[in-house]
C-alpha cells in the first residue's frame, strides 16, 4: 500500500522569510496530493491540492510542486505570517482505484514575529 | 455550507468500557471516513464507506471498533471494549465523489478520546 513520508516534522522561521515542506510517497499509482492545515483542536483543513498532471500550482502565498519521476512533492509557502503556525499534513490518494487519502506525519510549522 | 458535524467533542472512558461517536457528513457527500489521529501523529484510516457500504475497513480493529453508515447520512464509530491505545482523536471527513470531481475532504473537528 502506499507510505508518505514528511520532513521536517518541525520548522522554524522568522516572519516573512519561506516555509518549505517535503514529502515523498511509494506507489506510483497515486496521483492526487493535497496539503493540509491543522490548527490546535481543529480538524485538518485542506489549503491546496495538485493533481499529477499538473507539476505545479499556485495560491497567493502558498505553492505546491510535483515531481511524479521522483515521487516527490513540496508545500512552499512565501512571507510567512504568525497566523500561518500549525501543523502541516501532506497526503496521497489513487483516485483511479477511490483509495483513501494517507498522510504523512506532519510538520509543526512556528513562525516567529 | 454546514460543515462536517461531529459529538461528543471530548469523551473520558475507563478501559473495558464502551464508547460510540457520531457524524453527519455535509449534505450531498457520497464517501465518509473515519481516520483515528494519535497525539503527534497524521490521520490514519479506520474505515471508508461509499454511500451506505463499506469500501475499505483493512484498517479497522474489528475485534473492538465498528462502525455504520445508516441511509447513506450518518455514521456511528464504536469501541467496545476500550483499551488504553485507543485514547486519540476520532475525525470523520466526507467528500464528494465523480471521475471529474472534486476529491478535497472536509474534517470535522473531531472527538478527543481519552481512556484512563
Known amino acids: 500500500g502506499e507510505n508518505v513520508e514528511q520532513h521536517p516534522s518541525t520548522l522554524s522561521v522568522q516572519e516573512g522569510d519561506s516555509a518549505v515542506i517535503k514529502c515523498t510517497y511509494s506507489?506510483?499509482?497515486?496521483?492526487?496530493f493535497p496539503w493540509y492545515k491543522q490548527e490546535l483542536g481543529k480538524g485538518p483543513q485542506l489549503i491546496i491540492d495538485?493533481?499529477?498532471?499538473?507539476g505545479e500550482k499556485k495560491d497567493q502565498r502558498i505553492a505546491v510542486t510535483l515531481n511524479k519521476t521522483a515521487k516527490h512533492f513540496s508545500l512552499h509557502i512565501t512571507e510567512t505570517q504568525p497566523e500561518d503556525s500549525a501543523v502541516y499534513f501532506c497526503?496521497?490518494?489513487?483516485?483511479?482505484?477511490?483509495?483513501?487519502?494517507?498522510f504523512g506525519k506532519g510538520t509543526t510549522l512556528s513562525v516567529s514575529s | 455550507e454546514a460543515g462536517v458535524a461531529q459529538s461528543p467533542r471530548y469523551k473520558i472512558i475507563e478501559k473495558r468500557q464502551s464508547v460510540a461517536f457520531w457524524c453527519n457528513p455535509i449534505?450531498?457527500?457520497?464517501?465518509l471516513y473515519w481516520y483515528q489521529q494519535i497525539l503527534g501523529q497524521g490521520p490514519k484510516l479506520l474505515i471508508q464507506?461509499?454511500?451506505?457500504?463499506?469500501?475499505?475497513d483493512s484498517q479497522l480493529p474489528k475485534d473492538r471498533f465498528s462502525a455504520e453508515r445508516l441511509k447513506g447520512v450518518d455514521s456511528t464509530l464504536k469501541i467496545q471494549p476500550a483499551k488504553l491505545e485507543d485514547s486519540a482523536v476520532y475525525l470523520c471527513?466526507?467528500?464528494?465523489?465523480?471521475?471529474?470531481?472534486?476529491?478535497?475532504?472536509?474534517f470535522g473537528s473531531g472527538t478527543r478520546l481519552t481512556v484512563v
Open positions: 506507489d506510483s499509482a497515486s496521483n492526487y
Open positions: 471527513a466526507s467528500s464528494p465523489r465523480g471521475p471529474s470531481g472534486a476529491y478535497g475532504y472536509t
Open positions: 497526503a496521497a490518494s489513487d483516485t483511479q482505484a477511490g483509495t483513501a487519502l494517507i
Open positions: 495538485i493533481r499529477s498532471n499538473v
Open positions: 449534505s450531498g457527500h457520497a464517501t
Open positions: 464507506f461509499q454511500n451506505n457500504g463499506v469500501v475499505d
